[in-house]
Structures are given as C-alpha cells and as structure tokens.
C-alpha cells in the first residue's frame, strides 16, 4: 500500500492483517510485528496493522511499540519497531469492515494459500 498524492507516489505501507487470534495477543502476533518493523525500517516503509488484539491499555503507537518491544529479541530487542512509532510510521486499524483505509493507496495482497 502507498500513501497516494496527486502527481507522486507517497511510502510504500506494509499492512499486516490478523489471521491468526482475534481475541488474545500471542506470540506469533509480537513475532511478526518486530520483524515487519524491521522490514520497514530497513527500506523506509510504514507499518500498518488490522485486527490485532492489542491491549485496551496500549492506545498510542508508541505505547504500543513499547509494550511489543519489552517482550521481544527480534530486531535489536524491538529498537527499530520504537524507532518507527517514534518517526509516526506506524499505525493500527481494526479489521476492516468497509474495505482498507483509502489514504494508505492501492492494496496488494499476498497469501502461502491462495486458494
């Protein structure tokens, strides 16, 4: 996804959707957040993400990068993920009802199953 201007294209956003647990935050969910921020930071994209069960107490991107960063070692124990929430290059959506949210551009999926 991009954030489209008229006459440029904007940053590329890696979106992640939750197909995993939608009522408890897991491991798998940390696991794959720090590496997308990661990815993210390494080639200067945003990170979204949509219906991840993050904890009612966790409502900033940066207490939310915090809070997934205390309990990880993957990228730099989390540093790059702070980093990114630092920079305001991430942000959270619940699941989409109505379809993705047209400011982050055109949406490209991909799945191991595309059946």
């Not at 990815?39 to 949509?50: E, R, T």
């Not at 009612?56 to 940066?62: C, N, R, S």
């Amino acid at each position: 996804m991009t954030f489209d201007k008229p006459g440029r294209r904007g940053r590329v956003t890696i979106g992640i959707y939750n197909a995993y647990d939608p009522r408890t935050f897991r491991e798998p969910h940390r696991r794959v957040i720090a590496r997308a921020g990661d990815l993210a930071m390494a080639f200067n994209m945003n990170l979204a993400l949509f219906g991840f069960p993050i904890p009612e107490d966790k409502k900033t991107p940066k207490e939310i990068a915090d809070f997934i960063a205390g309990t990880t070692s993957i990228g730099a124990h989390g540093d790059n993920f702070v980093q990114l929430a630092d920079l305001g290059r991430f942000q959270t959506f619940p699941f989409p009802g109505r379809g993705f949210p047209p400011q982050l551009g055109k949406v490209v999926l991909t799945t191991c199953r595309p059946e």
